[in-house]
Structures are given as C-alpha cells and as structure tokens.
C-alpha cells in the first residue's frame, strides 16, 4: 500500500461574531429628488407599495354561500342547485364575484348531479356514490375557503355548462 500524499489536517473552529454570520450590509441611497419648481405644485410623496387591502369576509359571503350550497344539492340532488342559482341571478348583478363563483359553484353542482345520476343508475357503480360525494363536498369546502377571502376558485374536471 501506498501512503497517502496528503494526509489530513485537524483545524481548530473559531466562532463568528453575529455581524459575520449576516454578511455585509450594504447601504443604498434614495433616488435623487428634482427640485420642486418655484411655481409648479410639490412633487408627491414617495409611498411603500403596500400589499392589496383585504375586504371583509362578510362581503365575499354570498360567493362562499353559493359553494356551500352543495351540502344541500347532495341528499336532493337538485335543491342547493336552485337556491345556487337564486343568489346567483339576485347578488351576481352587484357583485362580480358572486357572478363569478355563483356560476362556477353551479356548473360544480350540476356535474355532480350528473355523476350521481349515471353511478346510480349502474348498479355495479352505485357504492362510488358516497366516494364521488365526498370528494365533492371537500371541493366545495375548499372553493367556499377561497371565495370568503375573495379569490375566484376553478373546480378541476368540471365541464362548464352554465356561461355567462
């Protein structure tokens, strides 16, 4: 066997201040200002951006009440689809969201109705029934999530029957 040309070192660690740890800093001067004309109005002021307000979750409810509606559309198959339809037509005129989600939540409905309808009528398919409902009703939770802090939820797999 040879020896090993190289062989290895023990080094001792020395700890490192906080300042160390972080890195340089480095410090980076606003942009110059042109000086404001003696006649013409002060320039405006430098505002942070800041992040999009959020509205308030009780004027989203319409567009998560629409989503929620699918409790109501499983054990009837078609109720929670009409009352979805109702809000729909009534607060879909005002709010663009619940025009928004109101249809999306009744184009979910009614695939749902129709899935339901065909594994019932097969009768070796008939116990995928709860199955496709609970995935459906998980859906809808997540979908109802989103609506109430406003933003516009797409259900995947769905065919989209109900346009504007």
């Known amino acids: ?5 190289n062989p290895p070192q023990e080094v001792e660690a020395t700890p490192i201040s906080a300042a160390e740890a972080t890195g340089p800093t480095i410090d980076v001067p606003p942009p110059p200002r042109e000086p404001a004309s003696p006649g013409g109005p002060p320039p405006p002021p430098i505002i942070p951006l800041a992040q999009k307000p959020r509205r308030d979750w009780r004027e989203h409810a319409w567009a998560a009440l629409c989503h929620l509606l699918l409790f109501l559309a499983i ?6 689809g009409v009352i979805t339809f109702f809000v729909w037509q009534l607060f879909g005129r005002k709010d663009p969201q619940v025009e928004d989600q109101g249809r999306e939540a009744l184009n979910f409905q009614i695939n749902v109705a129709v899935v339901t309808a065909i594994l019932g ?3 070796l398919a008939a116990p995928l029934v709860p199955i496709v409902w609970l995935v ?11 609506a109430a802090v406003g933003e516009n939820y797409r259900y995947p797999w769905v065919l989209r029957v109900v346009t504007h």
């Open 1 to 5: 066997m040879t020896e090993d040309p």
């Open 75 to 80: 054990p009837t198959v078609f109720l929670g």
């Open 121 to 123: 009528l097969t009768c």
């Open 136 to 146: 459906a009703a998980i859906f809808s939770l997540i979908a109802a999530r989103a």
